[in-house]
């Protein structure tokens, strides 16, 4: 981000003036959003550099990464804040729900083989992608422990950028989270690339990535690392933002999230441009069905879907945000 030369310190009214981009209005985002939602995830630009979208911009798709990294690196020490902030607190219910749903640390989880029918006994495997500051696996690992007295299921939190584990492992040191952190390990990688000689071939029980696919480069092949690595009869889990179907709440959610929200992170974390991305990440993200298709073509079994082929995803909030789930065939080795 270029320097900002000022004489004094701005107010924070001055604060809500200074953008590094062109402002963008709602109603120009949403315009925006709509023109662009048509077009192919992997364009090409002029110079026929693979292209892809940073919010509403098109960016070659080398560089996503990295900016998607300098947002993270900018929101990871008001990141729990801003989330309560920005959710009024509910995105701490869509992930208890997501992870109750999932049921952690059952048993039985697997047969022990694709030829034995006997239940497996052992621990949990689980990987929490793109796992920050370690929401979805605490409360993985308080599932285990508290409801099904399993005490040794583990989580590895996989995430790309080190500030964000950084803020997870400081929060593990928390009496409330203390118990769990020797069940923890936290990995910088890329959920794209996930390292094989650590996170090996059909080695996770559970892979769970929440809020988190939608800011990928290819969402695509985080899909195909996943099948990579989960057992057969493992459980892909995604909790993201989706799309609300109801049209007035979709009109008032969308008021608040490209109104409220990068207004709230320039008072709160004094930067308003990484919020503005990631409201404009949402919007950019598949809808319900496309991204259940999406899971099925990387070879999942998708559970939920009728006969008619609908359903196979779960609302929260009337569509603000989806779980999506699949499993990986138990000949899918
Ligand atoms: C909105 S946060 C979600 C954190 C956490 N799962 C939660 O629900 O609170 C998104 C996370 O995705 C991570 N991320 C973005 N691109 C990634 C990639 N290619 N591989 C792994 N993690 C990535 C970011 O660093 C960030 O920590």
């Known amino acids: 981000m270029p320097p900002r030369i000022t004489a004094s310190a701005p107010s924070p009214f001055q604060k809500l003036l200074i953008t590094r981009q062109p402002y ?6 949403i315009r925006l959003s709509q023109s662009q939602s048509e077009s192919a995830p992997q364009p090409q630009n002029a110079s026929s550099q693979p292209t892809t979208h ?3 911009e098109e960016i070659p798709s080398s560089s996503k990464s990295s900016r998607v990294s300098s947002v993270f690196s900018s929101v990871a020490s008001s990141y729990d804040t801003m989330n309560d902030l920005m959710s009024l607190g509910i995105h701490r219910l869509w992930k208890d729900h997501f992870v109750r749903s999932l049921n952690p640390g059952s048993k039985p989880l697997l047969p022990a083989s694709s030829t034995s029918q006997e239940p497996r006994t052992e621990p949990w495997t689980m990987l929490d992608i793109a796992g920050g500051t370690g929401d979805i696996a605490f409360r993985l690992l308080a599932h285990a422990s508290l409801l099904n007295n399993d005490h040794t299921s583990r989580v590895i939190v996989s995430d790309i ?7 997870g492992r400081t929060r593990a040191q928390q009496p409330q989270y203390a118990p769990y952190a020797p069940r923890l390990e936290w990995l910088e990688a890329n959920a794209e690339s996930l390292p094989p000689s650590i996170i090996k071939d059909n080695s996770i029980d559970l892979y769970t990535v929440a809020f988190g696919i939608r800011n990928f480069t290819s969402p695509l092949k985080a899909l195909r690392e996943a099948y990579r690595v989960l057992k057969p009869g493992g459980v892909f889990a995604c909790l993201e933002f989706s799309k609300v179907e109801n049209r007035v709440l979709d009109a008032v959610y969308k008021r608040w999230s490209f109104g409220a929200i990068p207004i709230i992170g320039q008072l709160v974390a004094g930067d308003r441009d990484s919020y503005q991305y990631l409201v404009e990440s949402i919007e950019r993200f598949p809808r319900q069905r496309e991204w259940r298709d999406r899971i099925s073509e990387a070879g999942f079994l998708v559970p939920g879907v009728d006969e008619r082929g609908e359903g196979g995803w779960e609302n929260l909030t009337g569509g603000v945000a989806a779980i999506h789930k699949g499993i990986k065939p138990l000949n899918g080795g």
């Open 24 to 29: 963008r209005c709602l109603s120009c985002s």
């Open 54 to 56: 940073f919010g509403f």
């Open 161 to 167: 950028n080190p500030a964000m584990l950084s803020a």
